[in-house]
Structures are given as C-alpha cells and as structure tokens.
C-alpha cells in the first residue's frame, strides 16, 4: 500500500481528493494507478470540522506542518496553492526524492481518466456542480462527483465514488487550476471580477476562461450562460476555438422556455438558482438526458453546506449561513432571502474575505447590500498565504463611512469585536422575531454562527 500525503489537507478541496483516493484505495486503486492501493493521510494548520470528519472516517490527520509528517516510504505529496515552497512538508519530500504535486495538476491528471464534466465560473459553479450530478446520479450514471462543499445526497461530504464513466467536477478557477484540467463537457456559469489578487487584471482572467474552455475534448461540448454580458462578449472567440476543436457549444438563460418548469421543481429560491439549474438542463440536452428525470434530479436538491444553510434560531429569528463574499453572490443571496421571506426583515452580518477583494472592488461592495433592512460589518478576515492587511480607507470600517454617505439611512454598523454580536444584533433590529438573519461570508463567520445558535 503506497502512502499519500495531502499539505492542507482541511481545505474543501484537498479533503475531496483526500477523500477520492482513500475511497479509491478501498476499492483497488485510482484509474491512473491500477491495482494499487493508497494510505491517506495529511496536515493542517488548524483543527477544523472538516479534518474532524476526515478523522472519524479513518484518514490519517496531523495539526501542524513538520518535517517528521514525510518518512522515506511516502509515494506521494500534494498541496494546494495556499501552501508556500518552503513549507517544511514539502522540502522534506524533496530531500527524499518523493514526487510533489500542486492540487490542480494531480486533479488534471484525474480528469484524463474519465468522461469529466467540469462546472466553473466566478459564481454558481457548487450548485450547478450538486444539480449535475444529482442529473447523473437520477439518469443510473453512477458519476463520480467532487464539489467544493458538502451536500445532504452525499452523506453530508463533497465527494462521491461511482463506478461509472463520469466524473462531475467543480472547476476551480482561483489560481488558473482549472485550466489544467481536460473536460468532455465543459460549463461557464459566468465570468466576472473575482480573484484580481492572482490575475492582475480582468483580461488575465477572461484569458484563463477562454484556456479552459479551449482544453475541451474534440466531440465534446461547451455549455454557457447567454445572460452573462462577459461570455456574450467572449462568444465570437469561443466558437471559432470550438469549431476548430470539434466541440459542440450550447447557450441557455434562466429566463428561457423552461424557467416556469425549472421554478416549479427547485426548492431552493432566487434567479441565479434558476439559472444554475438552466445550465444543468442543457447539460441533459447534450448528454441524451430526459428533461423528466432532469427536472425531478432539480427537485430532489434542498441546498448545500453554507449555501442559504439554515442553522437555528436567536431570539425568534431564523439564522442562515450563507457563504457568499463577492458583492455579485451577496446581491443574489439577499434577493433570493426577500423572495423566501418576503413578510420578515433582512439582517445581514457580513464578514469581508480578504482584504485585497475587499480593497480592489471596493465601490461594488457599497452598492452591495441594498437587499437588507440592517447590516452589520465585521473586520475582514485575512487567508493565510494570500493576504495583507487592508489599504488605509479601504478597509471594513472605511466601507461602513463609504454606504453611509452613499445612503445615510440606511442602518449599518461595523463591529470591531465580533465576541459582541449578540448584543450588536439586539440594538440593530428590533424585534427580532419579525426578522431574518442571515451569517454571510467565506471566513470563520461559520464559529459565530454556531455561537449564535447555541
């Protein structure tokens, strides 16, 4: 059995694949790697709820990064972009000669395995990844699924193993992984200003989609959002690189001929949920689907993990975990609580990932939370390995002075402490019982939520 270390192993996903090749050691080896078997294990930084299940599920966990985590014996490292070079893990397996391999490259060299359908784009690429494969799963496909959170029809993980030839992924594109990726069916939910720390500019990571899109496989296909302004833009291109690869291109809109149809099988609100299920029906046009079984997979999915995840309640007041973090996701998110809840008032305690997202759209984020009653900002949260501290007037507290003199009535608050939400949330939106709390944001705002509930 050959041992397989995984450098950040907590991270949605790391612990996917970690979780892939425990499985598939379990029933004989990866489709790469016949007949061989893997022992799973990996580091963190940080104990986490994600390396907890890990554990309880027999994969081996070390808290701390440290040279004596890598022995001789060990075949294989892997680590994600968030891990520096110099991470004592990695240079131990370079001293021993044991191969290390970026996330996205062993992940690539996975995709050349099976049919892959790979699902990306700046927002909506977890939902439209849980809807297509529970397409797959409803057609008796038997797709081997990885998504970037943890769904109920997956046992509460983010990763499935069939043993058919299907593999449903969600495409990364921080760090321009997925261009390393090889889809037979590729989809573009949209593109938009997302991850500008790592491209430079827009251009950059228009380029990169364009990449991705270019790796589908000759007789494959290439699904696109035909409302989103930037694909439209891009569309002369696309087709001209499809043409030329052979690869069919198909266009849907939330607002097509199936959207009364889509509306009625979704139990999960709002436009852009429309739209993602849009996309997972032009999916079953291209793969011989059923609209049927399509529309009856829609509406088997109740949602996904910080995904307008309710948790309990606080004073009378339902609370959501909700992990959107890009002024584009938290205007959806909001518009899709007011259509859920359209009797209750909308409290939004946010907290900013990164300060350099926080800092380069900075004016979209002021126009950000007009679909909430109260707001309550909290001081942004720093990714460790990818970020600085805020630009003077660039920060939480300088976005909280910049909406209120954009709209000086409206109520919104920044909360240097976050220990004191309870009371923050008390003084801001009274009575409670008439609203709705919604906990947004990619950081550890998850802690306070479980608090909160508690």
Not at 8 to 34: D, E, H, V
Not at 256 to 270: C, D, H, Q, T
Not at 301 to 317: D, I
Not at 324 to 334: F, Q, V
Request: proline share 5%; net charge positive.
């Amino acid at each position: 059995m050959k041992k397989i270390w995984f450098v950040g192993i907590g991270g949605i996903g790391m612990s996917a694949l970690a979780r892939y090749f425990a499985a598939s050691g379990r029933r004989g080896g990866t489709p790469r790697y016949k007949g061989e078997k893997w022992a799973v294990g990996g580091s963190d930084l940080a104990r986490s709820p994600i390396s907890d299940t890990l554990i309880k599920e027999g994969i081996r966990v070390k808290i701390g990064h440290r040279i004596g985590n890598i022995g001789r014996d060990t075949a294989l490292v892997a680590y994600n972009r968030a891990i520096p070079l110099n991470n004592p893990e990695i240079l131990a397996a370079k001293r021993f000669g044991v191969p290390v391999v970026p996330y996205a490259e062993l992940l690539g060299d996975i995709t050349r395995q099976y049919r892959t359908i790979a699902i990306s784009g700046s927002h909506g690429k977890s939902t439209t990844t849980a809807l297509a494969g529970l397409l797959l799963m409803k057609a008796k496909l038997d797709p081997t699924i990885l998504i970037g959170t943890n769904l109920r029809e997956l046992g509460g993980k983010n990763m499935r193993m069939g043993n058919g030839p299907y593999l449903v992924l969600e495409a990364d594109d921080f760090g321009a992984a997925f261009t390393h990726y090889s889809p037979t069916v590729a989809i573009v939910t949209n593109i938009d200003r997302e991850h500008l720390d790592y491209y430079g500019s827009f251009a950059n990571l228009k380029r990169a989609f364009l990449k991705f899109l270019a790796a589908t496989r000759p007789h494959g296909a290439v699904i696109l959002n035909r409302d989103d302004n930037v694909l439209r833009s891009l569309r002369a291109r696309i087709e001209k690189t499809a043409a030329t690869n052979r690869v069919q291109v198909a266009w849907y809109s939330a607002h097509g001929p199936e959207e009364k149809k889509i509306r009625a099988a979704l139990k999960v609100p709002g436009v852009h949920n429309v739209s993602n299920a849009a996309a997972v029906l032009a999916l079953a046009k291209v793969l011989g689907i059923s609209r049927g079984d399509a529309l009856r997979a829609m509406s088997a999915y109740r949602g996904a993990w910080r995904r307008m995840e309710r948790r309990g309640s606080f004073r009378g007041a339902p609370v959501f975990d909700d992990y959107a973090h890009h002024p584009t996701e938290i205007k959806a998110s909001l518009q899709a609580f007011r259509e859920k809840y359209p009797a209750r008032k909308i409290l939004c305690v946010f907290q900013p990932h990164q300060a350099k997202r926080l800092e380069a759209l900075f004016r979209e984020f002021t126009n950000a939370f007009d679909g909430a009653d109260e707001t309550i900002v909290l001081p942004a949260y720093q990714v460790a390995g990818r970020d600085v501290p805020p630009s003077a007037g660039r920060g939480a507290e300088a976005l909280v002075r910049a909406i209120r003199e954009k709209h000086p009535r409206r109520p919104i608050f920044y909360l240097e402490k976050p220990r004191d939400l309870r009371k923050a949330i008390l003084a801001a939106a009274a009575p409670l019982s008439r609203h709705v709390i919604v906990m947004m944001g990619a950081g550890d705002i998850v802690e306070l939520t479980d608090s909160l509930v508690s």
